[in-house]
C-alpha cells in the first residue's frame, strides 16, 4: 500500500494480507519458543537433580574431611559450584523464554483483534460522495484503518 493513496477494498486487503503473514509468523516464532521453553525446562530438571546429588556429595565429604585429599575436596566443590552456575545459567533461559512467550502471546491476541476488527468492515460502495472522497483522499491508509478501528471501539463502547 502507497502512503498517499485512499483505503479502498483492494488496500484493505492488502493490509489483511500483511496482517495474516505477521500473525502467521509470530505464531510460528510462538511455537519455537514453546520447544525451546520444554527442551530447557528437562535440561533444568536433570541439572537440578545432578546439583541436588552433588550438594549430597559434598556434605558427605564435609562429615568425613579426614578421609579425603585435599585434591578430591578441591574436586568436589568446583564440580558443585559449575553445576550450580549452569542450573543458574538454564533457569534464567526459563524466565526469559517465559517472558518471550507471555509477549507473543499478548501480541498474536492484539493481531487478531486487529484482523478481525479490518475484516468486520464495509467498504463504501464504489461511488462514495464527493465529500467522502475528499476526506479519504488527505488520509493515508493507516491513518483511515486507525480512525475505523476507533470509531468501532467507540461503537462497542456505546452499544
Do not use: W
Not at 91 to 108: A, G
Amino acid at each position: 500500500m502507497s502512503a498517499s493513496a485512499p483505503l479502498d477494498s483492494a488496500g484493505l486487503n492488502e493490509g489483511l494480507n500483511a496482517l495474516h503473514q505477521e500473525y502467521q509468523r509470530a505464531e510460528e516464532e510462538f511455537r519455537e519458543v514453546e520447544l525451546m521453553q520444554r527442551q530447557i525446562k528437562g535440561e533444568t530438571e536433570t541439572l537440578n537433580r545432578r546439583d541436588m546429588q552433588m550438594n549430597n556429595r559434598l556434605r558427605q565429604i564435609e562429615g568425613n574431611l579426614e578421609n579425603y585429599s585435599r585434591e578430591e575436596i578441591k574436586e568436589i566443590y568446583h564440580a558443585v559450584r559449575d553445576s550450580q552456575m549452569r542450573l543458574f545459567m538454564m533457569r534464567s533461559q526459563v524466565e526469559q523464554l517465559d517472558h518471550k512467550r507471555s509477549t507473543l502471546s499478548h501480541y498474536l491476541q492484539q493481531l487478531q483483534k486487529v484482523i478481525d476488527l479490518l475484516q468486520s468492515v464495509e467498504m463504501p460502495a464504489e461511488s462514495p460522495s464527493p465529500t467522502a472522497s475528499f476526506v479519504a483522499a488527505e488520509l493515508t491508509p493507516q491513518q483511515t484503518i486507525l480512525r475505523i478501528i476507533n470509531r468501532r471501539i467507540c461503537e462497542s463502547r456505546t452499544a
